[in-house]
């Protein structure tokens, strides 16, 4: 099993940026591909990015293509979120998880392990 730990979130006024931690332990981490999911206030848990275990394909939800960017660091267990030209409608908490295998699946119940999440608050 492995364990997350997320970092990085804070307040930041529209079109700002940050950049989403998330460190692991346990398990074999260059065996899972790895997402960011996010919700809102009353709104479902969403896919937001994800990156293969070796980082070499990635997907985003539509609404964050060309602003974020998730990477990872396999020597240091972590994988990471730029957000960029971030809006309030990106405010939520941002939750990283570990998938059940190598490949990018867009759905969260293929994640099995999940960090306690950070909270990104963007200002308009």
């Known amino acids: 099993q492995v364990q997350l730990v997320e970092s990085g979130g804070g307040l930041v006024q529209t079109g700002g940026s940050l950049r989403l931690s998330c460190a692991a332990s346990?398990?074999?981490?260059?065996?899972?591909?790895m997402g960011w999911f996010r919700q809102a206030p009353g709104k479902e848990r969403e896919f937001v990015a994800a990156v293969s275990s070796s980082g070499g394909s990635t997907s985003y939800v539509d609404s964050v293509k060309g602003r974020f960017t998730i990477s990872r660091d396999n020597a240091k267990k972590t994988v990471y979120l730029q957000m960029n030209s971030l809006k309030p409608e990106d405010t939520a908490v941002y939750y990283c998880?570990?998938?059940?295998?190598?490949?990018?699946?867009?759905?969260?119940?293929?994640?099995?392990?999940w960090g306690q999440g950070t909270q990104v608050t963007v200002s308009s």
């Open positions: 346990g398990g074999t981490f260059s065996n899972y591909a």
């Open positions: 998880a570990a998938g059940r295998g190598a490949h990018i699946v867009r759905v969260l119940g293929y994640f099995g392990s």
